[in-house]
């Protein structure tokens, strides 16, 4: 299954969940992540802290949306909205996928530097326990219609 994740700058909730997907789905999902304004870069803390968790960091990096409506990209099978509601952020569209559902998580990158550390855990704890309530369903065997709903329930449940 290919998931792209999607945010407006692509440097830390996108890039979160796109790590935790490729490790914990064990080879069941490939995950993606882009963003609509790209920040072009990581943001260090989201590198740090998948580091200390020991997820891979390499090859990650802040993409432009673009390289995934282009010939010859993956053809995916959901994608999933990670912006959250926090000062009106503009969340992408993305037209014509399967499946769609949002996740929304507020931005660690926009809060005090001072605040990073703590703002970049708990964005990725959510993710993370969002990604395990996913990753525990027979996705493979369900119906677009089942997967767009077990998708925003995930994401209602832990709003």
Not at 42 to 52: F, G, K, N, T
């Amino acid at each position: 299954m290919n998931i792209l994740v999607l945010c407006t700058g692509n440097s830390a909730r996108s890039i979160l969940l796109e790590s935790i997907l490729n490790r914990d789905s064990g080879g069941r999902v490939h995950a993606f992540s882009a963003g609509s304004r790209p920040a072009g870069r990581v943001h260090p803390a989201s590198l740090r802290l998948l580091a200390a968790k020991g997820y891979p960091t390499e090859g990650l990096r802040s993409k432009s949306w673009d390289e995934f409506a282009a010939p010859g990209a993956p053809e995916m099978d959901a994608v999933i909205t990670v912006c959250g509601a926090a000062a009106a952020e503009e969340c992408p569209y993305w037209p014509g996928a399967p499946v769609r559902a949002h996740w929304g998580v507020e931005d660690p990158a926009a809060a005090p530097e001072a605040a990073w550390d703590s703002a970049f855990a708990t964005a990725f704890d959510q993710l993370h326990a969002r990604a395990a309530a996913f990753l525990v369903l027979p996705f493979e065997t369900m119906s677009q219609a089942d997967m767009a709903a077990a998708l925003a329930r995930i994401g209602a449940d832990a709003a």
